[in-house]
């Protein structure tokens, strides 16, 4: 994975999280920003994926 460096990141992402220094982030093809570990939230929220948990 290539991960770019910038300094100039948004402030927060799409579900109002602060982004701070060295966090990682993704920028959708909606343009909308989002913390890795919101990535589950978004799928579900904005991609209609169905959340599971194995027994």
């Known amino acids: 994975m290539n991960i770019e460096k910038v300094t100039d990141h948004p402030i927060e992402d799409l579900f109002g999280e602060e982004i701070c220094t060295k966090d990682l982030y993704f ?7 989002v913390l890795s570990h919101n990535l589950g939230d978004y799928m579900v929220t904005h991609l209609g994926a ?3 948990q194995a027994k």
């Open 27 to 33: 920028i959708m093809p909606g343009g909308e920003i």
């Open 50 to 52: 169905i959340e599971k």
